[in-house]
């Protein structure tokens, strides 16, 4: 399984949001330092279309997809140089698969800010040039012994080129992503050197009401962040949420500005930001959503029920949801020509609803 690692300074409430998460009572405390262990988080995934699927089919329950978060504890400035948590906090954000940076955005005197002030900007920095310095002392490390193998294997030269703009990125103080994304570098060469910044981020910013209901605010903390994804919640109204009733749920929501619980679009940024995809099956039994990488073929998507089903192979049976929708049966759908036979190259879209034939 894929994972966001969840990271931020102290008492931006990281623990808060991540209670959220799990509806554990993972230590919320008001001071650094408060969680170590990293702790999991499942949330599910919204889909909309799994409700209509179990209506058309008469499914006897819903399963939907799950993202999965890392709660990771202990940055502080100096991380890199084994401050705090600081090391052991590098060695659980390196096994996450991207990187979820809570920013607090609200006002609050009674929590105390590390610097004294709430600034997100900052805040944001201080995280990233800790990731930056770490992915430095790797790419320095890494780069004699690159240079050395390079002169015997030729093939190694891309490497060591693209390790070199690595290096000139990270010493500007930029992320290897934000450079990515602007068509710099090519990370797929540096994958072996398992860098921190390669990863892509996602932000939360833990926002109060003031922030969650002025646009601009909004588009402003948006910039700075571009291109990475980003999100705006209350954690504490998130967790909130959890206990109240749909109606009252929905009254507060609506009181903050709000149209959806802010977990609804963290699970879907966070889905997003890894770069997976659904597929949909349903029958009498369950509806459910199926979790692939974006670009997965017919067989890998297969191979995510049962590994028998990718080795056996022969066709997916596909139907759009959009079409199942609106022809009301899979019956309907087929006589309207809707339901397309699909062999081992096709690439899969996602909300496809797919029955696989296969060899056992
Ligand atoms: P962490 O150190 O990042 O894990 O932060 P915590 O989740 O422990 O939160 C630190 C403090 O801020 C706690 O007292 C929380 O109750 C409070 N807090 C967390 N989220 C919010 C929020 O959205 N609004 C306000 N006002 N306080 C919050």
Request: proline residues 3%; contains cysteine.
């Amino acid at each position: 399984t894929l994972t966001l690692g969840i990271v931020g300074l102290p008492n931006v409430g990281k623990s808060t949001l991540f209670n959220a998460l799990t509806r554990n009572d993972v230590l919320a405390a008001n001071y650094p330092f408060a969680t170590i262990e990293p702790n999991v988080g499942l949330v599910e995934l919204p889909d909309a279309r799994l409700g209509r699927l179990s209506e058309i089919f008469g499914s006897e329950r819903i399963l939907p997809a799950t993202v999965s978060f890392v709660d990771i504890a202990g940055i502080v400035k100096g991380a890199s140089e084994g401050e705090g948590m600081g090391n052991a906090f590098l060695a659980n954000i390196r096994e996450a698969d991207a990187i979820c940076q809570v920013v607090r955005a609200f006002a609050d005197e009674n929590v105390i800010h590390v610097d004294g002030e709430v600034n997100p900007a900052t805040d944001i920095s201080v995280i990233n040039t800790e990731l930056i310095l770490a992915d430095l002392q790797t790419v320095e490390k890494a780069l004699p012994r690159l240079e050395k193998d390079a002169r015997k294997d030729k093939a190694l030269g891309e490497v060591l080129d693209e390790t070199k703009k690595a290096l000139e990125i990270l010493s500007d103080d930029r992320t290897l992503f934000s450079a990515e994304k602007a068509g710099e570098i090519d990370l797929a060469l540096l994958r072996d050197l398992h860098l921190m910044t390669a990863k892509p981020f996602l932000y939360v910013f833990n926002s109060d009401e003031e922030v969650l209901t002025d646009d601009a605010k909004k588009d402003e903390l948006r910039a700075l962040v571009a291109p990475a994804d980003c999100v705006f919640l209350d954690a504490q109204t998130e967790t909130e949420l959890l206990e109240l009733e749909a109606d009252e749920a929905a009254e507060l929501l609506e009181a903050v500005g709000q149209t959806e619980p802010g977990l609804h679009s963290l699970a879907r940024a966070g889905f997003e930001t890894l770069g997976l995809q659904t597929y949909l099956t349903a029958g009498p039994k369950e509806s459910r959503a199926w979790t692939i990488h974006k670009g997965d073929t017919a067989p890998q998507a297969a191979g995510v029920i049962h590994s028998d089903f990718e080795r056996g192979f022969i066709k997916a049976e596909i139907v759009s949801f959009e079409d199942l929708d609106a022809a009301g049966s899979m019956a309907e759908a087929k006589a309207q020509g809707k339901v397309r036979q699909e062999g081992k190259d096709y690439v899969m879209v996602d909300g496809d609803i797919v029955d696989f034939k296969f060899n056992v």
